[in-house]
């Protein structure tokens, strides 16, 4: 079983070696949350905000790139399958965190390196996040659920948003533990209060006030 944890990237750059377009993807995404480092002959665009240095990297020349860089992750993205194992394992005695294009996964000998990651598809909901993985099963269909997710759920974040509010008045009213899960459950499954979120937040505060009197007045 695998465990989605979030991990801040910011203490040092991403260390990216390859430069096709799948190192391309990976630079685009990791660039949003940390400087970037890419290595490689040859790349297939350089749109994204990085350091490019054209360079062949071998297991042997990567623990000093590593070295020189002090990476917060490796990830390893050439088109040579059995030269990204050799990478990372080399990144994983360095004590570095290392993501592969060709994920590690759990097999009958045993788990994968506990510095081997997976980095998943990544909904963005203006402060809410959701992750989405398929064990290296489906990058399609973690794609495909990620633009789901930012389609349907828009208002996520504004609902997270409004529930806070929702919660710590309620917690200062005196309201118990109980109670103010329900109230808050409530609010979550209330169409008209996600309809309210889409014209406005005061429109869905007013109906999330209505819900929550109603939820209150059920409780024991």
């Known amino acids: 079983m695998v465990i989605h944890l979030a991990h801040d990237l910011r203490g040092g750059p991403a260390l990216i070696i390859g430069g096709g377009p799948v190192a391309m993807r990976k630079v685009r995404r990791l660039t949003a949350e940390t400087d970037a480092i890419i290595l490689s002959p040859l790349f297939a665009s350089t749109d994204a905000p990085a350091s490019y240095i054209r360079t062949t990297v071998t297991p042997e020349s990567l623990p000093g790139w590593i070295t020189r860089t002090t990476p917060s992750i490796v990830v390893i993205a050439t088109d040579d399958h059995a030269l990204n194992q050799r990478l990372e394992a080399v990144a994983t005695d360095a004590g570095v965190l290392v993501n592969r294009t060709t994920a590690t996964t759990r ?83 209330s169409p008209e209060v996600w309809k309210g979120l889409d014209t406005g937040v005061p429109k869905a505060r007013k109906e999330a006030d209505q819900v929550i009197a109603s939820t209150l007045e059920e409780e024991p």
């Open 107 to 189: 097999t009958a000998t045993g788990p994968a390196d506990p510095l081997s990651v997976q980095l998943p598809a990544m909904a963005e909901l203006d402060g809410v996040t959701v992750s989405i993985a398929t064990g290296g099963a489906s990058p399609a269909l973690a794609g495909y659920l990620r633009e789901q997710i930012e389609t349907q759920h828009a208002q996520a974040g504004s609902m997270a948003r409004l529930l806070a509010e929702l919660h710590d008045e309620l917690r200062g009213r005196g309201v118990d533990t109980p109670a103010r899960r329900a109230a808050m459950r409530a609010v979550l499954r």
